[in-house]
């Protein structure tokens, strides 16, 4: 699945392949689209900017007036590819919500869950948008992240924020911009780095398998109104001692 440190990868390929370049076609299969951004010409403008953020992806185009961003959110199944003009896509035409031709690339966003087009002056009225602070990998954190540094920091996966120093705090975030750092350039995801990379995680999915650190074997958990799991080191990550079990 799409991770913070995919999409900053794709946005690198995008804004190398699209930034500076005039717009010859835009296709988007149902996006949202606002009202002002709607009332605006892409074809003919250029590719202004490539921007990730967590798995956020926005692209901004110069427009006949104001420029136009195009949002697009991953999710667990949305990816974006690059072309040469003519090259064979690896997906079915059919799967493809957005397509962004210039003259010498073409510029493919396969089964993105969001697509949405609107005019930057409304960025700051978006739902989701301006809430979302700096990106962890600039200068977000998935599921297996969150896993994988919770277990370097030695925190039980169910401790409340609240319940946390501010030095854990920033360990936990300088943890994760280091990973993601590590990451970013592409390659098979690592969160241990050892010679044998079939070892490349140290809780992820490893159920029942010992922990590298301690033997204990791994444990796996879910968070009350989510689907996705937490695996953790019940030895490595002990539990406060005001909380209960571990949600099963």
Known sequence: MPEGDTIFRAATVLRRALAGRTVTELTLIAPKTSLAASRRTVVGGTVKAVESNGKHLLITFTTDGEDVVLHTHMKMTGMWHVYR???????????????????????????????????????????????????????????????????????????????????????????????????RDGGARRTRFVLDRSQRVWVQERTDRPCYRCGTPIERGYHPGEFRKSWYCPSCQKAPRTEAATPA
């Open 85 to 183: 003009p003519g090259e064979r896509w690896w997906h079915a035409p059919s799967k493809a919500r957005v397509v962004v031709r210039t003259d010498a690339y073409v510029a493919v966003c396969f089964t993105p869950p969001i697509v949405e087009l609107f005019a930057a002056g409304e960025a700051a009225l978006h739902p989701l948008l301006p809430a979302l602070g700096p990106d962890v990998i600039a200068d977000g954190i998935g599921n297996e992240y969150k896993n994988e540094v919770l277990f370097l920091t030695s925190v039980w996966p169910w401790t409340k924020v609240r319940d946390l120093d501010d030095r854990t705090l920033e360990t936990i975030l300088v943890t994760a911009r280091d990973l993601m750092r590590r990451n």
